[in-house]
């Protein structure tokens, strides 16, 4: 017999209530553990430590489009040590049940930018030396069974070309990366090509890339690009990439926000689950108690008692809610290049460590009272 | 001449009930000697559960004093009340008490938690008073597994187990038939006479209290009389 064995007694005297609540935590701590890495993500935006590259958008709309030039007057920002861009090309791709991003880039500077993608160098020089050619990620090369010298067709929407037939390329090569915020969905197509035949809009880019010297200042850079393009007919708005994703994300609305919301719903509903449960636990066993007050238990050892069985049930709850999330997030980022950079790290743990504590003495405020008032005498008497 | 281990010294105790008060002790004053077996009886308001509670440091006098061994408990406090149940004070209840979800040895070894022995010893302090009650072989049972009788008797075992000088027992025999009753009977009067424990306990029953070594009367918050059991009592296998 030890302490263990009496606070087991206490957790799983209703078996089938104790197992629920902990299915209810459960799936809270799920939620917790899913949400609250996001909600991290928008707290700290605009924090530019170990940022080595920005994206430099038009201000007022992603619909509007930046004109190339700004490149060159970028480039002479202190700090900046390369530049690129990117175009949104769109179009429809076979059936149109595709749904995967397609931007035109310059070979000779977008992917020495991005060293995180892996292509082959062959690939690399073909991709500058031919007009019409594409890359595609990995996954859209599996799915669509797609091969190196293919002819990929797309049909155009925003962008037609001089002939308003449809845009032809070939495919030159097919790239992996080497962590996962690269999208791996994505196409590329030979900027050059699709700036010459294009039908309008030449000279125009959807957003600039800029890559930074080490140990240039993310902020300060942003806010002089930003400042350089003031009061001009183009302005924009400089943020890191994942700052920019996430904007991007915010225009479903105030994401932080909602997540906010809902991650207090649940806080709020796990700790009335707990506390109902343990009240009615408690509530059970007041006799109980009073048996062991009278064998000489002090009022704090009971409270204790009681705090450690709402300890012990929010944390079967926590644990396993939180472990699942952990593995739904890291699965979710093989699927989901959206989701790369969200993980259940230090400061998700804090917080569900701080919640668990939170919610179990919320959860034994109520009867940890119960037991000061307890009258021994009073409590037997009923029985 | 035996000691006095239990001194209830004027003893005044006052229930309210809305705007009414009920005198439930009225200066009363009970000796209970070491090595003792007292049964008070009495009707229902008379007093002897109100008494026990007062002699088992559950509750408090509004008048007088509690005296056990040359100690006023009346003067604890709250903690220093609860340590003192713990050291000197076993309970026996006429509902047993025991907790649902741990075994008998379990239930037994609930107040040596309070102790600083380990784990093993512990156990086999258990065992030794399952022993003592005759249920050595129910340890691992659970109280939904064991009759009314040896329920009583894990619930002696626990009151037992860290060897106090005093077992209160209130109706211990209420809820039992008669022949279970007389066995649990039995087993007091051993503790009392073979481990010299102390006992007081509250009856209705006349045929219990034949087992006690002095019979106390209750009415009104008085002590009516007090009288020993002639040893030709009709009560079979009562003290004798």
């Given at each position: 017999?030890?302490?263990?064995?009496?606070?087991?007694?206490?957790?799983?005297?209703?078996?089938?209530?104790?197992?629920?609540?902990?299915?209810?935590?459960?799936?809270?701590?799920?939620?917790?553990g899913?949400?609250?890495?996001?909600?991290?993500?928008f707290?700290?935006?605009?924090?530019?430590?170990?940022?080595t590259?920005?994206?430099v958008?038009p201000?007022?709309?992603?619909?509007?489009?930046l004109?190339?030039?700004?490149?060159v007057?970028?480039?002479?920002?202190?700090g900046v040590?390369s530049?690129s861009?990117?175009?949104?090309?769109?179009?429809?791709?076979?059936?149109?049940?595709?749904s995967?991003?397609?931007?035109?880039?310059?070979?000779?500077?977008?992917?020495?930018?991005?060293?995180?993608?892996?292509?082959?160098?062959?690939?690399?020089?073909?991709?500058?030396?031919?007009?019409?050619?594409?890359?595609?990620?990995?996954?859209?090369?599996?799915?669509f069974?797609?091969?190196?010298?293919d002819?990929?067709?797309?049909?155009?929407?925003?962008?037609?070309?001089?002939?308003?037939?449809?845009?032809?390329?070939?495919?030159?090569?097919?790239?992996?990366?080497?962590?996962n915020?690269?999208?791996?969905?994505?196409?590329?197509?030979?900027?050059?090509?699709?700036?010459?035949?294009?039908?309008?809009?030449?000279?125009?880019?959807?957003?600039?890339?800029?890559?930074?010297?080490?140990?240039?200042?993310?902020?300060?850079?942003?806010?002089?690009?930003?400042?350089?393009?003031?009061?001009?007919?183009?302005?924009?708005?400089?943020?890191?990439?994942?700052?920019?994703?996430?904007?991007?994300a915010?225009?479903?609305g105030?994401?932080?926000?909602?997540?906010?919301?809902i991650?207090?719903?649940?806080?709020?509903?796990i700790?009335?689950v707990?506390?109902?449960?343990?009240?009615?636990?408690?509530r059970?066993?007041?006799?109980?108690?009073?048996?062991?007050?009278?064998?000489?238990?002090q009022?704090?050892?009971?409270?204790?008692?009681?705090?450690?069985?709402?300890?012990?049930?929010?944390?079967?709850?926590?644990?396993p809610?939180?472990?699942?999330?952990a593995?739904?997030v890291e699965?979710?980022?093989?699927?989901?290049p959206?989701l790369?950079?969200?993980?259940i790290?230090?400061q998700?743990?804090?917080?569900s460590?701080?919640?668990?504590?939170?919610?179990?003495?919320?959860?034994?405020l109520?009867?940890?009272?119960?037991?000061?008032?307890?009258h021994?005498?009073?409590?037997?008497r009923?029985? | 001449?035996?000691?006095?281990?239990?001194?209830?010294?004027?003893?005044?105790?006052?229930?309210?009930?809305?705007?009414?008060?009920?005198n439930?002790?009225?200066?009363?004053?009970?000796?209970?000697?070491?090595?003792d077996?007292?049964?008070?009886?009495?009707p229902?308001?008379?007093?002897?559960?109100t008494?026990?509670?007062?002699?088992?440091?559950?509750?408090?006098?509004?008048?007088?004093?509690?005296?056990?061994?040359?100690?006023?408990?009346?003067?604890?406090?709250?903690?220093?009340?609860?340590?003192?149940?713990?050291?000197?004070?076993?309970?026996?209840?006429?509902?047993?008490n025991?907790?649902?979800?741990?075994?008998?040895?379990?239930?037994?070894?609930?107040?040596?938690?309070?102790?600083p022995?380990?784990?093993?010893q512990?156990?086999?302090?258990?065992?030794?008073?399952l022993?003592i009650?005759g249920?050595?072989?129910?340890?691992?049972?659970?109280?939904?597994e064991?009759?009314?009788?040896?329920?009583?008797?894990?619930?002696i075992?626990?009151a037992?187990?860290?060897?106090?000088?005093?077992?209160?027992?209130?109706?211990p025999?209420?809820g039992l038939?008669?022949?279970t009753?007389?066995?649990i009977?039995?087993?007091?009067?051993?503790?009392?006479?073979?481990?010299?424990?102390?006992?007081?306990?509250?009856?209705?029953?006349?045929?219990?209290?034949?087992?006690?070594?002095?019979?106390?009367?209750?009415d009104?918050?008085?002590?009516?009389?007090?009288?020993h059991?002639?040893?030709?009592?009709?009560?079979?296998?009562?003290?004798?």
């Amino acid at each position: 017999m030890n302490w263990f064995v009496l606070l087991s007694a206490g957790l799983w005297r209703r078996p089938g209530r104790t197992l629920l609540t902990t299915l209810s935590l459960a799936s809270a701590f799920l939620l917790v553990g899913l949400l609250f890495p996001i909600l991290l993500l928008f707290e700290n935006r605009g924090d530019s430590t170990g940022i080595t590259r920005l994206i430099v958008q038009p201000r007022h709309s992603i619909t509007d489009f930046l004109p190339i030039n700004h490149a060159v007057t970028i480039q002479g920002v202190p700090g900046v040590r390369s530049v690129s861009h990117q175009t949104w090309f769109g179009g429809t791709f076979r059936d149109g049940t595709d749904s995967f991003a397609r931007w035109a880039v310059p070979a000779d500077s977008y992917f020495p930018m991005h060293p995180e993608m892996i292509l082959s160098s062959a690939a690399l020089d073909a991709f500058a030396r031919l007009r019409t050619a594409a890359i595609v990620g990995q996954k859209t090369a599996d799915r669509f069974g797609l091969k190196v010298g293919d002819r990929l067709t797309i049909v155009p929407d925003i962008w037609p070309n001089k002939e308003a037939t449809a845009w032809e390329f070939e495919l030159v090569g097919i790239f992996d990366a080497s962590d996962n915020n690269v999208d791996l969905t994505a196409m590329y197509l030979n900027h050059a090509y699709f700036d010459e035949y294009r039908a309008w809009g030449a000279g125009l880019v959807s957003y600039i890339n800029v890559g930074l010297e080490s140990g240039g200042s993310a902020g300060d850079i942003s806010t002089t690009i930003d400042a350089r393009f003031a009061n001009s007919a183009d302005e924009t708005t400089t943020s890191s990439e994942r700052d920019f994703a996430l904007g991007f994300a915010e225009q479903l609305g105030d994401i932080g926000l909602m997540i906010s919301v809902i991650l207090g719903a649940v806080l709020f509903t796990i700790a009335l689950v707990t506390a109902n449960t343990v009240a009615h636990g408690m509530r059970e066993r007041m006799a109980e108690f009073a048996v062991l007050r009278a064998m000489g238990f002090q009022k704090l050892t009971t409270q204790l008692l009681v705090t450690g069985e709402a300890l012990a049930l929010v944390l079967l709850g926590a644990l396993p809610g939180l472990l699942i999330s952990a593995v739904l997030v890291e699965l979710g980022q093989e699927y989901v290049p959206q989701l790369a950079g969200i993980d259940i790290g230090p400061q998700t743990l804090t917080a569900s460590v701080v919640l668990v504590l939170v919610v179990a003495l919320l959860a034994v405020l109520q009867p940890a009272l119960r037991l000061k008032r307890l009258h021994i005498v009073d409590e037997l008497r009923k029985l | 001449m035996a000691e006095v281990l239990v001194d209830v010294q004027h003893v005044v105790k006052r229930y309210r009930r809305g705007p009414h008060v009920i005198n439930v002790l009225n200066e009363l004053n009970v000796q209970v000697l070491r090595q003792d077996f007292v049964a008070f009886m009495g009707p229902s308001g008379s007093g002897k559960s109100t008494l026990l509670n007062l002699i088992g440091g559950l509750d408090r006098p509004d008048q007088g004093r509690v005296v056990f061994d040359g100690k006023d408990i009346t003067g604890f406090t709250d903690r220093q009340l609860t340590a003192w149940r713990a050291e000197y004070v076993g309970f026996v209840f006429q509902s047993y008490n025991l907790m649902p979800a741990l075994s008998a040895e379990q239930n037994v070894a609930l107040p040596l938690l309070l102790t600083p022995l380990g784990s093993s010893q512990i156990r086999q302090r258990a065992q030794t008073a399952l022993e003592i009650v005759g249920l050595a072989d129910r340890g691992s049972h659970r109280p939904t597994e064991l009759s009314g009788g040896q329920e009583q008797r894990v619930a002696i075992a626990r009151a037992l187990v860290s060897d106090p000088q005093l077992l209160i027992c209130d109706e211990p025999t209420g809820g039992l038939d008669r022949s279970t009753a007389d066995d649990i009977l039995s087993l007091l009067d051993l503790l009392n006479r073979e481990l010299g424990k102390t006992i007081v306990m509250v009856t209705h029953d006349p045929r219990a209290a034949g087992f006690a070594g002095r019979i106390m009367h209750m009415d009104k918050g008085l002590l009516m009389e007090s009288d020993h059991p002639e040893p030709d009592q009709a009560y079979t296998g009562a003290r004798r």
